[in-house]
């Protein structure tokens, strides 16, 4: 019995709410790559996120629970819309010569 990938995320606070509704039903998940990204949080694309894993048994469970808290954007009547502008290119291209090369963007997030 192995761990299986169930889900990844860029942000760290949506992947910690993952984390938190399938431990709250008793199973073990396990955020990989945290404790890197926390420390050098520029290296979230590279090392593709935060990744949401839990046992082969459990997995058919966590992920039927996150699709009932999916991104908004897959639910109907609710949209996520992430939007950049001029300011946000100049900022990331700032922000990536600073971070030694690695690609930071940013960009606000609206919630409908």
Same mark, same amino acid.
């Given at each position: 019995?192995?761990?299986?990938?169930?889900?990844? &995320? &860029?942000?760290?606070?949506?992947?910690?709410?993952?984390?938190?509704?399938?431990? @709250? @039903?008793?199973?073990?998940?396990?955020?990989?790559?945290?404790?890197?990204?926390?420390?050098?949080?520029? &290296?979230?694309?590279?090392?593709?996120?935060?990744?949401?894993?839990?046992?082969?048994?459990?997995?058919?469970? @966590?992920?039927?629970?996150?699709?009932?808290?999916?991104?908004?954007?897959?639910?109907?009547?609710?949209?996520?819309?992430?939007?950049?502008?001029?300011?946000?290119?100049?900022?990331?291209?700032?922000?990536?010569?600073? @971070?030694?090369?690695?690609?930071?963007?940013?960009?606000?997030?609206?919630?409908?």
């Amino acid at each position: 019995m192995g761990l299986r990938l169930v889900a990844h &995320y &860029y942000d760290p606070v949506e992947a910690m709410i993952a984390r938190s509704v399938i431990e @709250a @039903a008793g199973m073990l998940a396990i955020l990989q790559n945290y404790e890197w990204l926390s420390v050098q949080p520029q &290296y979230v694309g590279p090392l593709g996120g935060y990744r949401l894993v839990v046992s082969e048994f459990d997995l058919d469970d @966590a992920v039927s629970m996150l699709s009932e808290i999916a991104p908004v954007d897959a639910r109907e009547g609710e949209l996520l819309t992430v939007t950049g502008d001029f300011l946000d290119r100049v900022l990331s291209a700032t922000f990536t010569i600073l @971070a030694g090369s690695a690609p930071m963007p940013i960009r606000q997030r609206t919630w409908s």
